[in-house]
């Protein structure tokens, strides 16, 4: 049935991805059940008895914040992460002053144009701990009624005493993913972040079964290169991706909701080093040689203007999807592989898509390789620049998002069904948020939305 009567039944009917989307206001009921979250439920009591909280953000409303708690949680502590600096700064701590709970954490900036940009919550129940990694800022609007991604990661149990080891990573799973959550938080060098990496030391993450990939701004060298962004996303598919032999056709897929600049021409980052990571495989990889990628090994979604003025919150929702004139006038050729939003299995096709979202899809588009969801816009500034002869990553903002491999969630399975239509027995079926097969623009740049800024 698609009727649940707790968030506990709809949470249970995610299993085993996990992977839900942010309810919207004035769609039909039976897309706001099934795969569905508003952040009052991942907040509620029921999930859990709330010891203290984190949240990773780039855009924070305290007080907005503070009423989706409980009232039983909202004298709870509560670390915020942002980006702030200068009269940013400011206003965050003015805003925190009438929260004695509240305490912020700066993250340092080092990199030029670098945002905070990951949002992701660490939840403390006395029974536990919750990781929660999403696409969405700590504001009304960004809930309300945009399409947004959440992973909400199984609860994971308290280590005994005894469990406990001085040095390494205990009670990992085999994706590495809590080794990989601790290193994250100890690039920012915080000592409020200090005791979060202590506490997710103490428990036990062997049911992740995602991937992390996340990016810290700066220049990474030697193994550090692999760690962050589209490197890590490489060395993760070349090694325990899909056989080069089965997806040497499929397509890339990159799903977003801001586009950075990517260089004069799509042979230099887009195709020449960016897709090249994301249709890394295992084994003999063809190389694609950048020049001869075509429409069809990448396919990129970003709303049309049509998207725009016909979606619920209408022409407004452009604020939320920034795209700089000067900037889509010097890469024409991105728009060549653009194609339209529609979501009609989800029932928000006029829900603006704020999540970022990823993936490499067959040719019929009723298979996936993998599937990723990530704060991560398409530019360099979120998933690095390969510089100084590849010697180095450099990144300029934090991002982080969740990598789905199919054989993770079972070990015969080697692809994702995605089709709404053959939700075949032998595949495991992977909720997307978007409809396939996807449909290409009409027009050229004329039909690539530009942010109200641009229009007032
Ligand atoms: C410069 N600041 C931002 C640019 C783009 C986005 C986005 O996610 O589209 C966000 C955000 O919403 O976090 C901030």
Redesign the pocket.
Known sequence: SDRYDTFQEVLQDADPFNFMLTKVRGIPDKFNNKLAVNIKDILAVSMGNLVESAQFN??HDIPWLMQQYPPEHRSKPLLIVHGEDRQGKISLHEAAHNFPNVTLCQAKLDMLYG?H?SKMMLLIYTNGLRVVIH?A?LVEQDWDQKTQGVWISPLFPKLEEGELSLDGITADSVTHFKRDLVEYLSMYKSISLMRWKKHILQHDFTSARVFLIASIPGRHTNDAKSKWGHMKVRKILSKQGPDSAMVRNWSAIGQF??VGSLGADQTKYLCGEWLQSMLSSRGVSTQYASRDVSTKTLKLIFPTIDNVRTSLEGYKAGA???YNIQNARRQEYFHTFLHKWKASNRGRSRASP?LKSYSLLSPDSKKAAWFMVT?A?MSKAAWGMLEKNSSQLMIRSYEIGVLFLPHLFDENCKQFSVSEEEKSESYLHFPLPWDVPLEPYTKTVSSVVFSLKNKI
Do not use: F, G, R
């Open positions: 780039y855009m945002t940009h696409t800022n909701s801001s939320s999807i920034p704020h704060s816009n």
